[in-house]
């Protein structure tokens, strides 16, 4: 059974940094995309950052590049999202998920998701 936790996250002032981490289990296929999306209250959910596994990869959205960072450590199995220069429109539900295909990386979509973790707060105020 996969299993994907989220840890990190919580509450900020704007410009300052955050770090949320996803950790998965009972995922035994070796290549890999994990991604984080986000979602605030009313809007839809949106893709933030991808890592794919057999190439080290990496994916962001426009609003991700230059101040947000994703990583993976040498198990495959925890990946995180190093956030800087945080603004309020950043607070959101962020969500980590994973797929096997490395073209769910490139499209950032959510439908092309097959597991999801349960979610974490992030919370930037001005």
């Known amino acids: 059974q996969v299993q994907l936790v989220e840890s990190g996250g919580g509450s900020v002032q704007a410009g300052e940094s955050l770090r949320v981490s996803c950790t998965v289990s009972?995922?035994?296929?070796?290549?890999?995309?994990m991604a984080w999306f986000r979602q605030a209250p009313g809007k839809k959910r949106e893709g933030v950052a991808a890592?794919?596994?057999?190439?080290?990869?990496?994916y962001y959205s426009y609003f991700a590049k230059g101040r947000f960072t994703v990583s993976q450590d040498n198990t495959k199995n925890t990946t995180s999202l190093q956030m800087s220069s945080l603004k309020p429109e950043d607070s959101a539900m962020y969500y980590c998920?994973?797929?096997?295909?490395?073209?769910?990386?490139?499209?950032?979509?959510?439908?092309?998701?097959?597991?999801w973790g349960q979610g974490i707060q992030v919370t930037v105020s001005s």
């Open positions: 890592f794919f596994s057999a190439d080290r990869s990496t």
């Open positions: 009972g995922y035994t296929y070796d290549r890999r995309c």
């Open positions: 998920a994973a797929a096997y295909f490395h073209n769910a990386c490139v499209l950032l979509d959510a439908d092309k998701f097959d597991y």
